[in-house]
């Protein structure tokens, strides 16, 4: 039996999910005529308050595109030094956007309203213009942390007074959402923009949908022709998509419990130094120095047991979908059981 816990994307789609994308009705989405995604875009922009919707390949597109509708070139955005934008999207903030970054060291991924406050150049003509706050809930990098509505209330007044757009990379925010309970237009109404993806915990094949305004979503539609993003009869996609928001949100909560029980077998091991407190369904663990994480997962594979390394003597478990508790029972055997 493989386990393979290197990230919530590994799912196969249920066979019920498959039968949706099978009986989807599609026409050609480049002129705006896919019925299935035109559903699924209406239904993930009303689900947080929104007026509109753009389904697209990855959360790569949906952030890059974000990003570049809200700013100009030779701005700078605002982010945390954790976030997926800055770190996994292949530089696309200055290639796409010609856009630099000015790195928040935030609570374990997450910023708040003063450090915002505190890091917006002023007007002058030698300054890089602040234009754009990026914010990611949950946060990857950081091991699932989230944010709680009080303080996206306060970088909102903040970023409203200062005319600064706010972008959220929500790839795993309905991970954020199954553990505060806040409602999606309360989280919709603190953004100008929202990424959501529906190919993580959600076990979708493919995509994710940016969310906001109709003026912006038209800007959006532009971008993502322009980035190779138009898609035709991509309703069996968009099938998926709302399959998974229609089953997948509330089971999220099996995720978390399920990391959490990682998290609780790997404190009485001798061999984990620390582990980053498991808030949602991802797990960060750090290696003494004398175990290099690449030895460790190799090791774990003769096992079957898949993980991701995440720096020299790092690891990182993601929970999902097709991690079962027969699953969880076996990973606790094979990490029960390593040795050098
Ligand atoms: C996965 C992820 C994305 C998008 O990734 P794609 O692989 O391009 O879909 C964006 N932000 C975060 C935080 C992610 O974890």
Redesign the pocket.
Known sequence: MLIDLR?D?VTRPTLTMLEAMFSAKVGDDVFNEDPTVLLLEQKSAALFGKEAGLFCP??????QIAIKCHTQPGDELLCDIN???YN??GGGIASNSGVQSKLIHGDRGRLNALQIKENINGDFDWLAKTSLVCL?N????AGGSYYDLNTLQEIKQVCQQHHLSLHL?G??IFNALVETNDSTPEIGNQFDSI?I?L??GLGAPVG?VLLGTSAFIKKARRVRKVFGGGMRQVGYLAAAGIYALDNHIQRLREDHQRAKAIENILLTLPYVKNVIPVDTNIVIFELPQTILAVDFALKLKEQQLLVSVFGKHTIRLVTHLDFTDDHLEACEGILKNYSK
């Open positions: 990230s994307t990855s959360g790569t597109m949906t952030n976030s997926h934008i996994y999207e990611e949950t946060v990857n990098k990379d790839a795993r990424s993806c190919s993580k994710s």
